[in-house]
């Protein structure tokens, strides 16, 4: 199989012929010549296969996957019963509540200690719309103060709506048009490309994280996605719109933002620098931070204009600003613009939180991993604060030079995949729920070349699995314990993967001593997993040790998560062609 | 699809109803009827109480009124039920729904549906080769129903038990050595729930037919056969209500069986004929001092028209009992003569349709939910040529569409409306696609109303689930029910009239 670069191949017409990828998808049994699909998903997916259009098959795709969105949305969501804070559901509810009750220039510092607004204008805006939405089916819901921890079910019902619509709005078209477009430059049909949607579509971590235990990073993903398609159709300022979208409807998204920039760079100056695009790119990603701030600073200043101040409930000149104090040497705190850099610099407070600690709660990173050993927080902040840089920079470093150098379409996931994976691992305030980043990329891998075979499902199937089992912890406060084995089972037995089934290491035949490595290597993981759960459920730990089962949890799921890292780094290594062996070697396949 | 017959089809049964089961245990917290309280209490019932005892039990209101075989059912349940969670098999516990109560119960529906995946399994398996590809899809349009989605695994029942131990004896009369058997799994299934009984006439005709007379002449009884036949189905009987007639509850059992009490239409109207002529009824009111007709009073004064049971007419006469039963048995007897002189397989299962559709169509105190009745056995005839498809299409429509009001929560809004059409779009242009050419000529007029009709369900549901709301708000509430009911009816009896054309020129 030599690879030409697929950046010199011609997007292929639909349905052409059926390519030597779709064997794999699809096992002969020598002894009869009949084809049989190797996993469920594509056994459900096998009478489309003739199918010449893909609208037939889509809207029905669609109408599934939003039945299981909706159905585990029934369960509880995070902080459900759970007063006095409640949880995410209540962060979400109550920005809709302040966006649309007060003025904006109290948005980002309306009472802090009760979910005060801590992601970027986007979702201000977002939370905005939707309970302008809401208030018009019941004013109640979004009542200022009274509001707060409301369980009303209907309210509930809403709410998932929301997370529903806006993923239908942003993540579904973006995942459709992206498989279908890497597909097509991979050189896969369109039934194995549509395969790997649904897979990407059922991933077990998304659904669990937004619309089970409640958030938007669909939102967020969605974006990055449309922008990483954008970048694969070559049309790069519109790539530059949806990523400053994504950033700045959660912060989050900057985990990408060293890829997107290297392949960009890449773009500019390979074959020849290309200054004019590169110019091109800054200008729009320019004027769309500028358009996205707009609204923010012109409600700032109107609310200046008419006299309403950012904080009410203080008297006397304007308080210290919490970060970059010494900024107000230079500005005169009387000016009329002055309420514009302070509410600048308490949104960049409010973003980036440098005051809090290097990781919440237990997340399967490596910090969480080594304080088992070190107790961490004995050190002080700034060695920590560095540290942590140094180490996230090294980890990113590699793919990113990679993907500078070697700019590549069908390698671009992969380069996404580690820095985030880089990103995850070693870097500072990291959440558990941040592991949707990563896996995000790197599922999106099915819907590429060979994306459905040996290699690339059971590495894409451990990640996915492993990111859901991490998660458990988190999932068990509000006793989601039913929605995840559902979901994650689910997951795993359409794509054939363990628990449910180890064919995925035995269906193409002896590969080779890194396949057994492999199949040895997860099945460890997965054994280990299985190993935990019955111990989390049916042994109590010991009582000077209440937290080993998530400790031990989050041992499992750093290295596991490790290796997914190393994986995207050997992959990207491979097939970027930058190995002298690897690079013969196909040639002479 | 060049696939050759011998080829497995994917995705396989088993596939579809795993994928399924998962859903349904997604489903889990949502909305459950009151006959999730109902089956807690028969738990309770059967568990803490001596067989003597069970149906004259009255603490809830929801007592035993099943047939032994499923108080056995139930009383096999409650052994584990009692493990999971104590407190679930104490009669006076009522209205109890802990978590354990809701797995318990949610996952013995999902478990005991198995049963119905083996009867899908054996109708595949006994199908003629040429056919066979028609018969998975059919199997597969069966377990993933609309029809037990609503009723099973939200509203709750155990439907899909039930309809797999009548689907396994529908596919065991197909062969010549397994018609006892068939009989016999009949019998059983109605000492289990005797709505069945409404198939019997069906299920009498064949089997007198076919395994009690000669095939040469029907004079010629085949005195062996009725034996076994009769000394089975007495033995079935025998162990099913024997403990109660030693007990002595026979009569107390049959009054609760059959309560002849309730009115014509049950709570929300089913789709039938009654429904067609409550509404015609409800027009006339209107029209009534135009045409000159008079109206009774007391009819009109009633506040709960349209809602709830007791309909009293103010124009059109009255309906008693013996209309209900005198119209059914006609529309029955039309079709079993037919099954008589010409006893195939295919006639059988064309008379147990239509031997629910007359009962469903004209009889008393009928619930929606007796669709299925009409449903799961015309599925498995429904792909034999496209005639037989355009009149089972506007049954598929209307017969699913009429049990929305079953479900009135927002929450379950989604779920109910979406799978229906999920399940409508896909069945319905496979079937559309495999359903061979009828070797006699279609029918011009039938053809026009399923399109016409599938067209106008489109916005109708709008106009019952959204724009009704939006006009009206709480008032007339009845209005989208009726709409609903009386759109629904046209389409059952329109399918009816279709399929009995079918019948009789087939």
Redesign the interface.
């Not at chain 2, 245990?25 to 949502?30: E, G, N, V």
């Given at each position: 199989m030599a690879a030409p670069s697929p950046s010199t191949r011609k997007p292929r017409r639909k349905g052409k012929k059926i390519d030597e990828d779709i064997d794999r998808v699809i096992r002969t049994r020598e002894e009869t010549l009949v084809r049989t699909p190797s996993f469920p998903l594509a056994a459900f997916l096998w009478p489309a296969r003739s199918s010449s259009s893909q609208w037939e098959v889509l809207p029905l795709i669609l109408m599934v996957v939003g039945l299981f969105r909706w159905a585990a949305g029934l369960w509880g969501y995070s902080g459900f019963e759970k007063p006095p804070m409640y949880g995410d559901y209540e962060a979400q509810r109550h920005w809709m509540e302040i966006t649309t009750r007060l003025p904006m220039s109290q948005w980002y510092f309306h009472d802090l200690e009760w979910w005060g607004l801590d992601y970027p204008p986007l979702t201000a805006y977002h939370s905005w719309v939707l309970g302008k939405i809401g208030t018009l089916i019941n004013p109640d819901w979004f009542a200022l103060f009274t509001s707060r921890g409301s369980q009303d079910p209907n309210l509930k019902i809403f709410m998932r709506a929301t997370v529903i619509v806006s993923e239908y709005l942003i993540y579904v078209p973006a995942a459709v048009v992206f498989a279908r477009r890497y597909g097509r430059l991979t050189g896969v049909s369109i039934w194995t490309a549509t395969v790997g949607l649904v897979a990407i579509l059922m991933q077990p971590g998304t659904i669990l994280i937004d619309h089970v235990h409640f958030q938007y990073n669909t939102v967020m993903l969605g974006l990055v996605m449309a922008c990483m398609s954008s970048l694969l159709a070559e049309r790069y300022k519109w790539s530059a719109v949806f990523f400053v979208g994504a950033l700045m409807f959660k912060q989050m998204a900057l985990y990408y933002a060293f890829t997107i920039f290297a392949y960009l760079l890449g773009r500019c100056t390979f074959p020849k620098v290309n200054f004019s695009r590169l110019f091109g790119i800054a200008l729009v990603t320019a004027i769309t931070y500028g358009v996205l701030v707009l609204p923010l600073v012109a409600g700032t200043i109107y609310d200046t204009y008419r006299g309403v101040g950012s904080r009410p409930d203080l008297d006397g000149p304007p308080p210290p600003l919490p970060i970059l104090a010494g900024l107000t040497e230079y500005i005169d705190t009387g000016s009329f613009y002055y309420p514009v850099v302070e509410m600048v610099v308490q949104v960049l407070h409010r973003v980036f939180p440098f005051s809090r600690g290097l990781f919440e709660d237990k997340v399967a990173n490596f910090w969480c991993a080594l304080n088992v050993v070190l107790k961490i927080k004995n050190y002080p902040t700034e060695l920590l604060q560095k540290a942590a840089l140094v180490a996230t920079l090294l980890a990113i470093v590699p793919p990113n030079i990679i993907i500078f150098f070697r700019p590549r379409k069908a390698t671009m996931p992969l380069a996404f995949a580690a820095t985030a994976w880089g990103f995850f691992l070693f870097s500072w305030q990291v959440h558990e729920k941040s592991v949707l980043l990563p896996l995000m990329p790197m599922t999106l891998l099915l819907a590429g070349r060979q994306g459905l075979n040996r290699d690339i499902r059971s590495w894409v199937g451990f990640a996915n699995i492993l990111g859901a089992w991490t998660m458990f912890p988190l999932l068990k406060r509000v006793d989601l314990r039913v929605p995840y084995a559902v979901l994650t089972l689910l997951w795993s037995y359409l794509l054939g993967l363990p628990p449910t089934s180890w064919n995925v290491y035995t269906d193409e035949g002896f590969g080779g001593w890194s396949q057994v490595g492999t199949a040895t290597l997860h099945t460890l993981f997965y054994v280990a997993m299985a190993a935990w759960h019955v111990a989390e459920a049916y042994v109590a730990p010991p009582l000077h040790k209440p937290d080993l089962w998530t400790v031990a949890n989050v041992g499992v799921g750093f290295a596991g998560f490790g290796l997914c890292y190393l994986w995207c780094l050997w992959r990207l290594l491979k097939d970027s062609d930058l190995l002298p062996s690897y690079a013969t070697k196909t040639k002479t396949q | 699809?060049?696939n050759?017959i011998?080829?497995?089809q994917?995705?396989?049964l088993a596939?579809c109803a795993?994928?399924a089961a998962?859903?349904k245990?997604?489903?889990?917290?949502?909305y459950k009827s009151t006959d999730f309280e109902v089956h807690r209490n028969w738990l309770a019932i059967t568990n803490s109480l001596p067989l003597s005892q069970w149906y004259y039990e009255k603490t809830s209101e929801w007592t035993l009124d099943y047939p032994p075989f499923f108080a056995y059912f139930e009383w096999t349940l409650s052994h584990i039920a009692r493990l999971v969670d104590t407190a679930m098999v104490r009669i006076h516990n009522l209205d109890y729904d802990s978590w354990q109560t809701i797995y318990f119960q949610r996952t013995s529906v999902i478990v005991t549906e198995v049963m119905l995946v083996y009867a899908l399994q054996l109708f595949m398996e006994t199908s003629p080769l040429q056919s066979r590809r028609a018969a998975h899809v059919v199997a597969l349009s069966i377990i993933l129903s609309p029809g037990l989605l609503i009723i099973d695994h939200i509203h709750f029942q155990y439907n899909g038990f039930m309809y797999g131990i009548l689907v396994w004896s529908l596919v065991l009369a197909r062969c010549k050595t397994t018609l006892l058997s068939s009989g016999l799994i009949f019998a059983a299934l109605l000492c289990f729930k005797h709505i069945y009984l409404y198939l019997a006439p069906a299920y009498f005709v064949f089997l007198l037919r076919t395994y009690c007379l000669s095939a040469k002449s029907i004079f010629r009884p085949r005195i062996f056969n009725c034996i076994k036949l009769g000394g089975g189905i007495a033995g079935i009987l025998g162990a099913a209500f024997g403990p109660f007639v030693f007990t002595e509850q026979m009569p107390q059992m049959l009054s609760r069986l059959f309560p002849f009490s309730r009115g014509l239409c049950h709570a929300y109207w089913a789709p039938n004929v009654w429904a067609m002529y409550s509404f015609t009824d409800r027009v006339l009111i209107h029209l009534a001092p135009r045409l000159g007709l008079t109206l009774k009073e007391d009819a009109l004064s009633s506040v709960t028209r349209g809602l709830v049971g007791d309909t009293a007419f103010a124009v059109l006469p009255e309906i008693t009992p013996r209309t209900c039963l005198i119209l059914t048995l006609f529309f029955q007897i039309l079709p079993l003569l037919k099954l008589f002189s010409k006893p195939t397989w295919e006639n059988f299962i064309g008379a147990v349709t239509l031997c629910g559709y007359a009962s469903f169509l004209f009889g008393w105190h009928v619930h929606e939910k007796a669709i299925l009745l009409v449903i799961i056995p015309f599925s498995l005839v429904a792909l034999r040529d496209r005639r037989h498809f355009g009149a089972f299409k506007p049954l598929a429509v209307a017969g699913h569409v009429s049990l929305f009001p079953l479900l009135f929560t927002?929450?379950e809004f989604?779920?109910k409306t979406?799978?229906t059409?999920?399940w409508l779009?896909?069945f319905l242009?496979?079937f559309e696609r495999m359903a061979p050419a009828s070797k006699k000529p279609r029918f011009f007029l039938l053809d026009r109303f399923s399109t016409l009709y599938i067209a106008v369900s489109i916005p109708l549901i709008a106009y019952t689930s959204l724009l009704h709301q939006i006009v009206f708000g709480k008032r007339y509430e009845f209005l989208p029910l009726m709409f609903t009911s009386s759109y629904a009816a046209i389409g059952v009896f329109g399918s009816w009239v279709g399929y009995m054309v079918v019948y009789f020129t087939a």
């Open positions: - | 699809m060049s050759n011998m080829s497995e994917y995705p396989t596939q795993l994928v998962a859903f245990i997604l489903l889990f917290p949502a927002p929450a989604p779920i979406i799978y059409i999920f779009v896909l242009m496979i």
